[in-house]
């Protein structure tokens, strides 16, 4: 006996589920390359490498042009497919994720920035193990709250939003660093000054990468945490 023929109602209801899966694969296909991106950044960073520095510019109009394909991708389910519940959270966060994705290649293209300037001077200081490890740790929470997002999953939402205070700190650190090195040696300033910028934009990385795991934290869980909210809460009820 055969199957019974599936009803229009069962298949506008599978052609949102793989609207919504290819969505969801849109935005990890945004993360990897703006992750690539930050990757090529530093490394042309760390090796003075101008040349590498230029093939992030580049790579910054894909990123762009995947936020703009992310957006009217979403605004067409909101619009045509009236999402209820948590489909419904996950379409509206998904153009405010795809914003700060977009916004992480910008930060991507201005340490590459900072390396064409770095490579073109002949006063070299080098940080470099410093500058390196808070490239890995955002590099890492900007994967993490990605996957946090697309799995709603809570607790790896709110572990990266834990480690932003360890990247906030190295941040301080080398600010540390940069500052003694140029009160010893004013022939370093302008290098110091261009590495305090590169460390400044691995910060915002961190930052933006903090929003989407709270944005995950709100998606699996209903919770608001952005700016303590939660903790407020609590002391509200008390």
């Not at 006996?1 to 935005?27: I, V, W, Y």
């Not at 690539?36 to 230029?54: F, G, I, N, Q």
């Not at 998606?219 to 303590?228: F, N, P, R, S």
Request: hydrophobic share 45%.
């Amino acid at each position: 006996m055969n199957p019974p023929p599936e009803t229009a109602a069962s298949l506008g209801f599978r052609h949102f589920h793989d609207q919504l899966a290819h969505l969801k694969q849109r935005l990890l296909d945004m993360s990897d390359l703006a992750t690539s991106l930050l990757d090529v950044s530093v490394d042309a960073l760390l090796s003075r490498d101008a040349s590498m520095a230029e093939a992030v510019v580049t790579g910054d109009r894909d990123i762009d042009a995947l936020e703009l394909e992310i957006e009217d991708k979403a605004i067409a389910l909101l619009a045509l497919q009236q999402p209820m519940a948590r489909d419904l959270r996950f379409i509206v966060a998904a153009i405010k994720v795809s914003n700060d994705i977009e916004r992480v290649g910008d930060h991507a293209v201005n340490i590459a920035q900072s390396a064409s300037r770095l490579a073109a001077m002949s006063t070299v200081i080098t940080p470099d193990p410093e500058i390196a490890e808070m490239a890995r740790r955002a590099r890492q929470m900007l994967r993490d709250s990605l996957t946090a997002f697309v799995r709603a999953d809570g607790a790896l939402g709110r572990n990266v939003c834990l480690a932003d205070d360890e990247v906030d700190a190295m941040h301080n650190s080398l600010f540390r660093i940069l500052v003694t090195h140029m009160m010893e040696d004013a022939r370093t300033i302008t290098p110091s000054i261009e590495l305090f910028l590169v460390s400044r934009n691995l910060e915002r990385v961190a930052d933006l990468a903090t929003n989407i795991g709270e944005d995950a934290v709100f998606l699996a869980e209903g919770k608001q945490i952005k700016h303590h909210v939660e903790d407020q809460h609590a002391i509200d009820r008390r």
